[in-house]
């Protein structure tokens, strides 16, 4: 690690320290150090060869004229079981931090996080369209016979099946009133192109930002709206701007006027000021607004922020 890699670790380190409300924000980069896929880097899923655009298969739209087509992309790229936490997600939970995640793949509840919105859902979670029931994971994999429970999800593997299998349709076996089973369409409790966010999930995620007095954004290209848009309004809020080292305008929520002040430092009365830290591999257009930004990956920057605590 270079001096000033050091530096901002222990400015990072700082922050953490200090503040009453840290905010975790993350996206796929957080999850890639697991193994799973992303989307939109060079070799993610958007960038690969399929019948049809995966912006286009993982709509609304596609889910209800082709299910068969959706399923078979489902299961053979959505559906990733073996991954296991990494020191992000270990990170975020022994310290208690709240979570909002754009990912949808459960990693962070798996590491034990209590306070987890999942502002596009769950893989691990499905629901029928007619009756409302919800399934777990297991209710979708495209075997003959259902599994009894989630045992199975660890030895999942999409290539072992057939094509037939990948293209079955998962329809609801809850029993009704008038006898025999409901028979819908059950759908992963993921938020697909055309669909709107959950506004329970979305609501309290603005609520977190709104009182946070440290936003950490790490592994997200900042390209998905609403998400992104959670990052603007914090920073419209208290007006950040300012570069590591520099100063920059903060305040408390509902205080009267601004206080300014270096990065990780505090208010006359003790309070911290505002401020937005980005962790992501690339530039994004959050670094603009951030107080400290950190080129690197996240579960190792978690890691050496670990050894300075």
Same mark, same amino acid.
Request: charged letters at 20%; one cysteine or more; aromatic letters at 10%.
């Given at each position: 690690?270079?001096?000033?890699?050091?530096?901002?670790?222990?400015?990072?380190?700082?922050?953490?320290?200090?503040?009453?409300?840290?905010?975790?924000?993350?996206?796929?980069?957080?999850?890639?150090?697991?193994?799973?896929?992303?989307?939109?880097?060079?070799?993610?899923?958007?960038?690969?060869?399929?019948?049809?655009?995966?912006?286009?298969?993982?709509?609304?739209?596609?889910?209800?004229?082709?299910?068969?087509?959706?399923?078979?992309?489902?299961?053979?790229?959505?559906?990733?079981?073996?991954?296991?936490?990494?020191?992000?997600?270990?990170?975020?939970?022994?310290?208690?931090?709240?979570?909002?995640?754009?990912?949808?793949?459960?990693?962070?509840?798996?590491?034990?996080?209590?306070?987890?919105?999942?502002?596009?859902?769950?893989?691990?979670?499905?629901?029928?369209?007619?009756?409302?029931?919800?399934?777990?994971?297991?209710?979708?994999?495209?075997?003959?016979?259902?599994?009894?429970?989630?045992?199975?999800?660890?030895?999942?593997?999409?290539?072992?099946?057939?094509?037939?299998?990948?293209?079955?349709?998962?329809?609801?076996?809850?029993?009704?009133?008038?006898?025999?089973?409901?028979?819908?369409?059950?759908? !992963?409790?993921?938020? @697909?192109?055309?669909?709107?966010? %959950? *506004?329970?999930?979305? /609501?309290?995620?603005? #609520? $977190? =930002? &709104?009182?946070?007095?440290?936003?950490?954004?790490?592994?997200?290209?900042?390209?998905?709206?609403?998400?992104?848009?959670?990052?603007?309004?914090?920073?419209?809020?208290?007006?950040?701007?300012?570069?590591?080292?520099?100063?920059?305008?903060?305040?408390?929520?509902?205080?009267?006027?601004?206080?300014?002040?270096?990065?990780?430092?505090?208010?006359?009365?003790?309070? !911290?000021?505002?401020? @937005?830290?980005?962790?992501?591999? %690339? *530039?994004?257009?959050? /670094?603009?607004?951030? #107080? $400290? =930004? &950190?080129?690197?990956?996240?579960?190792?920057?978690?890691?050496?922020?670990?050894?300075?605590?």
């Amino acid at each position: 690690m270079t001096e000033l890699d050091a530096t901002k670790i222990d400015q990072l380190a700082s922050y953490l320290k200090n503040a009453k409300n840290p905010v975790f924000f993350g996206g796929a980069g957080v999850s890639t150090e697991s193994g799973i896929p992303d989307f939109r880097s060079t070799d993610g899923i958007y960038n690969q060869e399929y019948d049809y655009p995966p912006e286009t298969i993982l709509s609304h739209t596609f889910f209800m004229n082709k299910p068969s087509e959706f399923w078979r992309f489902y299961r053979s790229k959505m559906l990733i079981f073996n991954a296991k936490p990494n020191p992000a997600h270990s990170f975020l939970a022994n310290r208690g931090i709240p979570v909002i995640t754009q990912n949808i793949d459960g990693l962070h509840t798996f590491a034990g996080s209590e306070k987890v919105y999942e502002l596009h859902g769950s893989v691990l979670r499905n629901y029928c369209m007619k009756c409302g029931t919800f399934y777990g994971a297991e209710a979708v994999l495209g075997f003959d016979e259902p599994p009894r429970d989630s045992s199975c999800l660890i030895d999942y593997d999409a290539t072992k099946l057939t094509d037939k299998q990948l293209r079955s349709i998962p329809l609801c076996n809850a029993s009704v009133a008038s006898g025999g089973t409901c028979g819908g369409l059950i759908k !992963p409790d993921v938020v @697909l192109y055309e669909e709107p966010l %959950d *506004p329970a999930v979305w /609501d309290a995620a603005e #609520q $977190l =930002v &709104i009182n946070a007095d440290l936003l950490i954004v790490a592994g997200t290209s900042m390209k998905v709206y609403p998400a992104a848009s959670l990052v603007s309004m914090f920073t419209n809020m208290y007006g950040l701007k300012g570069s590591v080292g520099g100063g920059f305008f903060g305040g408390k929520i509902g205080g009267g006027g601004a206080e300014t002040g270096k990065v990780g430092s505090f208010d006359s009365d003790g309070n !911290p000021l505002k401020a @937005l830290v980005v962790i992501n591999r %690339d *530039p994004v257009s959050a /670094d603009n607004s951030a #107080q $400290l =930004v &950190i080129h690197s990956n996240v579960g190792e920057v978690f890691t050496s922020v670990q050894n300075n605590l």
